[in-house]
T-cell receptor
């Protein structure tokens, strides 16, 4: 049973470009969470999605960031017009149900030049 | 809103020694509590969780934690550590009846020396 798959593992972008981070949850999991980890910091919640619905986006920056979890395919975290401060590790987690344990992927490390 | 404080950013110990990693939380509502471990360049792995019931929770790799509601603490313990336990440990809470999002502490780097 494959775990949560995130790709790419490393992503380099220049300021002003777009970054698209993908997350395939574990089989049978319909809940997806995105977190951001800055250097020397813990993980900060960004957004919680169920299939085709955003349940809680209280941690998402108001501009440039968006997330989706379509009926078919992976969840996508999209960052438009990236800036240096977007450099971080972005982690996706999935769970099979409410109160189910969250299983984490290995993350995407985003570097902005 | 919830917050989590991990009092020690770094904890060095010798192999086979006991270790305690401290975690305190603040919340106006009841919470669930978790400990995760992160090895370098990897995601987080769940060590243990407290949802309800017995306040002493046993997890993987010989770790255990005790929920103390009066002290709002959830300290992680292991009686004898191994070199392979070297990693970063994160305490987290989620609000009961909420959106299941996890609120993390800043982490404790455990270094086990021979």
């Amino acid at each position: 049973n494959a775990g949560v798959m995130q790709n790419p593992r490393h992503l380099v972008r220049r300021r002003g470009q777009e970054a698209r981070l993908r997350c395939s949850p574990m089989k049978g999991h319909s809940h997806v969470y995105w977190y951001r980890q800055l250097p020397e910091e813990g993980l900060k919640f960004m957004v919680y999605l169920q299939k085709e619905n955003i349940i809680d986006e209280s941690g998402m920056p108001k501009e440039r960031f968006s997330a989706e979890f379509p009926k078919e395919g992976p969840s996508i975290l999209r960052i438009q017009q990236v800036v240096r401060g977007d450099s971080a590790a972005y982690f996706c987690a999935s769970s099979p149900e409410v109160l189910g344990p969250q299983h984490f992927g290995d993350g995407t490390r985003l570097s902005i030049l | 809103a919830q917050s989590v404080t991990q009092l020690d950013s770094q904890v060095p110990v010798f192999e086979e020694a006991p270790v305690e990693l401290r975690c305190n939380y603040s919340s106006s509502v009841s919470v669930y509590l978790f400990w995760y471990v992160q090895y370098p360049n990897q995601g987080l792995q769940l060590l243990l969780k407290y949802l309800s019931g017995s306040t002493l929770v046993k997890g993987i790799n010989g770790f255990e934690a005790e929920f103390n509601k009066s002290q709002t603490s959830f300290h992680l313990r292991k009686p004898s550590v191994h070199i392979s336990d070297t990693a970063e440990y994160f305490c987290a809470v989620s609000e009961q009846g909420g959106s299941e999002k996890l609120v993390f502490g800043k982490g404790t780097k455990l270094t086990v020396n021979p």
